[in-house]
């Protein structure tokens, strides 16, 4: 339904110009304060969930890889790494690529 609703394509195109628009004041500092609210709300909202709950599952859209199709709320959780591990992977490559310059 979400798909439907708020399709990829304009997804993708919301989610390049909101961050974007975020980033262009961001510094270390602002970075590691946002990731640690971020942390500490994600270590707040896990351990909220019982046992029985991780196995809860829902429909994603097909718009990520890493998380698409039935997801149970343990995928979700287990997103949260796989996701910024994706992000990690960018920058170095970026890092990597502007050092050899």
């Known amino acids: 339904m979400v798909p439907v609703l708020f399709p990829r394509r304009l997804f993708d195109w ?4 909101v961050t974007r628009f975020g980033a262009r004041h961001a510094t270390r500092q ?3 304060v946002e990731y640690d609210k ?3 709300m994600a270590l707040k909202a896990l351990t909220s969930v019982s046992d029985q709950e ?3 599952s829902l429909n994603y859209p097909d718009w990520d890889p890493l998380l698409s199709g039935e997801a149970t709320l343990e995928q979700l959780f287990h997103y949260i790494k796989a996701h910024f591990d994706g992000h990690a992977a960018q920058i170095r490559k970026v890092l990597s690529y ?3 310059k």
Do not use: Q, Y
């Not at 919301?14 to 110009?17: A, D, E, G, P, Q």
């Open 14 to 17: 919301l989610n390049i110009r």
């Open 54 to 56: 991780f196995s809860k």
């Open 30 to 32: 602002s970075l590691a």
């Open 38 to 40: 971020a942390h500490a």
């Open 98 to 100: 502007d050092e050899r």
